[in-house]
Nanobody
Framework: QVQLVESGGGLVQAGGSLRLSCAAS????????MGWFRQAPGKEREFVAA????????YYTDSVKGRFTISRDNANNTVYLQMNSLKPEDTAVYYC?????????????WGQGTQVTVSS
């Protein structure tokens, strides 16, 4: 059974930092890009950041460039999202996702989500 389990969310003041983790299990993810999406109240889920399946590329939505960093620990099947200089508009439920060969229009697996709340 494939599982993506996020952790690390919480409440933080504007300007603060959080690191989200996503532990993947249940299969080999060698051919899967790993990424993060988020959904704010009343809004659609949006792409945040991703690591390409081949390991050579990273992708970020414009609003988080320079503030967020995605990384991957292949030995432990864990993906991280380091979030710095957080803003109230970053408040959302953050979801980890895995996409076969970077098929990000329709990821194959999703985590259950972790809440990030940034207070002003």
């Amino acid at each position: 059974q494939v599982q993506l389990v996020e952790s690390g969310g919480g409440l933080v003041q504007a300007g603060g930092s959080l690191r989200l983790s996503c532990a993947a299990s249940g299969r080999t993810f060698s051919y899967y890009g790993m990424g993060w999406f988020r959904q704010a109240p009343g809004k659609e889920r949006e792409f945040v950041a991703a690591l390409g399946w081949s390991g050579g590329s990273t992708y970020y939505t414009d609003s988080v460039k320079g503030r967020f960093t995605i990384s991957r620990d292949n030995a432990n099947n864990t993906v991280y999202l380091q979030m710095n200089s957080l803003k109230p508009e970053d408040t959302a439920v953050y979801y980890c996702a895995a996409a076969y060969r970077d098929s990000w229009l329709k990821p194959d697996y999703w985590g259950q989500g972790t809440q990030v709340t940034v207070s002003s």
